[in-house]
């Protein structure tokens, strides 16, 4: 069965720093790939996805992740965090045999300290 | 607002009780997945629809839940005889169909067995 770990469970920035959370999976096929957000009293929103062509995708609000599958993973990444980007993180995977569901990781917590 | 809506937002219910769930999906959408969430956790696919079929159940879907979306519009997921390991959020989320896509989620239903 596929899984997808994320390693960061916590993370603490001061505003300006830089991002990176990461996510591997465990299948060898095709996968779509997800990372969705859930602000504080909010549901689960995406982010950005990536299904096929150019590894490097862009989302929303400044976001970028890298499909490297080399490695099996999909890390996502922001130059500069802003307070507003406190929030909780999922990567999600969808893997050709395992239907439409999706499979997600774990979650990363992100507080940004203003 | 077009968004995927669930009802209710908080359900208390002592152990033993039935309780049921109510999702409606965006109007364009004719897939509908359940999820549950239980606290530091991502979400955990139950069941999902494509119209009225269900097409797949996750092994966490016992025999006490049931899922049901008879003119392939809004969903019920119904649990019977709740025992305190079904205190969750329960997650529904809509697409459309096509060969890429993304699921779009409501804001939950938090349960609490008592």
């Known amino acids: 069965a596929q899984s997808v770990s994320q390693h960061n469970h916590h993370v603490i920035l001061s505003e300006a720093a830089s991002l990176e959370l990461g996510c591997n999976y465990s299948?060898?096929?095709?996968?779509?790939l997800f990372w969705y957000v859930q602000y504080p009293g909010q549901h689960l929103q995406l982010l950005l996805k990536?299904?096929?062509?150019?590894?490097l995708v862009k989302g929303i609000k400044g976001f970028e992740a890298e499909f490297i599958k080399s490695k099996f993973s999909f890390n996502l990444r922001k130059p500069s965090v802003q307070w507003s980007d406190t929030a909780e993180y999922f990567c999600a995977v969808n893997a050709g045999n395992a239907g439409n569901m999706l499979t997600f990781g774990g979650g990363t917590r992100l507080m940004v300290k203003p | 607002d077009t968004g995927v809506s669930q009802d209710p937002r908080h359900k208390i219910t002592k152990r033993g009780q039935n309780v049921t769930f109510r999702c409606d999906p965006i109007s364009e959408h004719n897939r509908l997945y359940w999820y549950r969430q239980t606290l530091g956790q991502g979400p955990e696919f139950l069941t999902y629809?494509?119209?009225?079929?269900?097409?797949?159940k996750s092994r966490l879907l016992s025999d006490r839940f049931s899922a049901e979306r008879p003119k392939g519009s809004f969903s019920t997921l119904e649990i019977q005889r709740t025992e305190q390991g079904d205190s969750a959020m329960y997650l529904c989320?809509?697409?459309?169909?096509?060969?890429?896509?993304?699921?779009?989620f409501g804001p939950g239903t938090r349960l609490t067995v008592t």
């Open positions: 299948y060898g096929g095709t996968v779509n």
């Open positions: 629809f494509q119209n009225e079929a269900q097409l797949e």
């Open positions: 990536y299904f096929s062509g150019d590894p």
């Open positions: 989320a809509s697409s459309s169909y096509g060969g890429q896509y993304e699921q779009y």
